[in-house]
């Protein structure tokens, strides 16, 4: 009896602690939705449609360049810090994390000098105020909190990631600016880049600040040996294909979009854009907290609670992006009244993207079955062929269609990536546990 009751407790406990960690991810990923979102909203406001359609313009080419600098290391960080952790405990993944920005510095400074060379160029159309100059520094900076909330993910604390990505940085921006939003002041564009590029110099010491509470100086590094050091050198060419297209096929299709819209409508599809990710948010809650989980029973061989897992994550995402999705469909005008009077031609365009990402909610747990199974070769061709259509679809109908055509690709683009995914999950053979690698 009593043995019972401790087997109880302790499950009683872990209920517990995944639901406050869920509550956590939560929290956190809406304060990076929502500051992405007011960060859309401050420039909006303050330099109209224009000044957001070339703000998006540089935040596109920075996420893009990023994903291209980081080499598919977030997602292979991600699954060798939680192979780690399991078997020696958190401190042993310090060094996979050194290890992972140490190979993005050279990348990330030739890239960051190429990127300030195409903005000034104007192949993208004017600059933002600042992004020419600043774009190296911000490209190295992004790209390595990238990687510490992969870092983050890996380590069981998902809750942390939102924090240190684009959607955080932008929430820590608004707050920076906040003092001269309150006081009236006239915020200029340079004033914005400046907060921008502040609030990441200070998520980078919070990053230093806590890697060095998870492995105190005092404490001998534990080094990863070899067959564990190589996950983070197998897979890169998959996993950067696949974020660079899932990047491209979503916020950064603005990209293929530029030389056929000018900057107002570009801000404007942007502003829709933003709402519309509200909807699909939620994934970015539940698939962190079930990557771990994901590689312990892929490793382990259990199949059937795999796809158990995967199922729950799937009908509790649906669930809570129905709740943002009729809003907006039914009152998408209020929601656009956020950014100003400009932004209500968007109407249309919310509603088409808003269902679109209703859709990557539903399905998105499943393509975290193929990166963390060691699929991600299947998923990178799946990207690939949705990224030659997307190539095809977004100038062409930009071109013949407008703002309008912009907005039935992002859509189009969106469903097919998920249907060819969703299809090689369910085509995919039975389960076959990897050799499991070692710290010493």
């Not at 780690?84 to 190979?103: D, M, Y």
């Not at 061989?301 to 709740?323: E, K, P």
């Not at 909610?361 to 199974?373: D, R, S, V």
């Amino acid at each position: 009896m009593k043995a019972s009751s401790c087997s109880r407790s302790h499950r009683d406990d872990s209920q517990f602690g995944g639901l406050a960690r869920f509550c956590a991810t939560g929290a956190t990923q809406v304060l990076a939705a929502v500051g992405g979102l007011l960060l859309a909203v401050v420039i909006a406001r303050t330099g109209g449609p224009e000044r957001l359609g070339m703000f998006t313009i540089m935040l596109s080419l920075l996420g893009v360049l990023g994903m291209i600098a980081r080499r598919g290391q977030g997602s292979l960080l991600t699954r060798s810090v939680a192979w780690a952790v399991h078997e020696k405990g958190a401190r042993a993944s310090v060094s996979l994390l050194l290890l992972a920005i140490r190979r993005i510095v050279l990348s990330s400074i030739v890239l960051g000098l190429t990127g300030s060379a195409i903005l000034s160029s104007g192949i993208l159309g004017a600059p933002f105020p600042g992004a020419v100059h600043a774009l190296p520094v911000m490209l190295f900076l992004v790209t390595s909190l990238a990687l510490f909330a992969a870092y983050a993910r890996g380590s069981a604390r998902p809750w942390l990631a939102p924090l240190f990505e684009l959607g955080g940085i932008s929430c820590l921006t608004v707050l920076l600016l906040m003092p001269s939003l309150v006081r009236g002041s006239n915020l200029t564009s340079t004033g914005v880049m400046f907060g921008f590029l502040l609030s990441m110099l200070l998520l980078a010491l919070i990053a230093g600040a806590i890697t060095r509470a998870n492995h105190p100086v005092n404490r001998e590094m534990l080094f990863p040996e070899a067959r564990l050091r190589e996950e983070l050198s197998r897979g890169q060419v998959p996993f950067t294909l696949i974020a660079l297209a899932g990047f491209l096929l979503q916020s950064g299709s603005f990209l293929l979009a530029a030389p056929f819209l000018n900057e107002i409508e570009i801000g404007v599809l942007r502003g829709a854009e933003r709402l519309a990710l509200l909807v699909s948010f939620c994934t970015l809650v539940i698939n962190p907290m079930i990557a771990p989980g994901i590689v312990r029973l892929s490793r382990g061989g259990d199949a059937n609670t795999l796809h158990r897992l995967t199922f729950q994550a799937m009908l509790v995402s649906a669930g809570i992006a129905a709740c943002v999705l009729l809003p907006l469909l039914i009152w998408p005008e209020r929601a656009l009244a956020l950014l100003g009077a400009e932004f209500g031609t968007a109407t249309g365009y919310l509603r088409i993207m808003a269902l679109a990402q209703f859709a990557a909610a539903l399905l998105g747990p499943l393509a975290m079955i193929l990166h963390m199974t060691g699929r991600e070769r299947v998923s990178m061709w799946a990207n690939l062929a949705t990224l030659a259509v997307a190539a095809v679809l977004v100038p062409g109908l930009s071109l013949t269609h407008g703002a309008f055509g912009f907005a039935l690709a992002y859509a189009a683009i969106i469903m097919t990536r998920l249907g060819l995914i969703g299809g090689a999950t369910l085509l995919a053979g039975p389960i076959e546990p990897p050799g499991s690698g070692g710290i010493k």
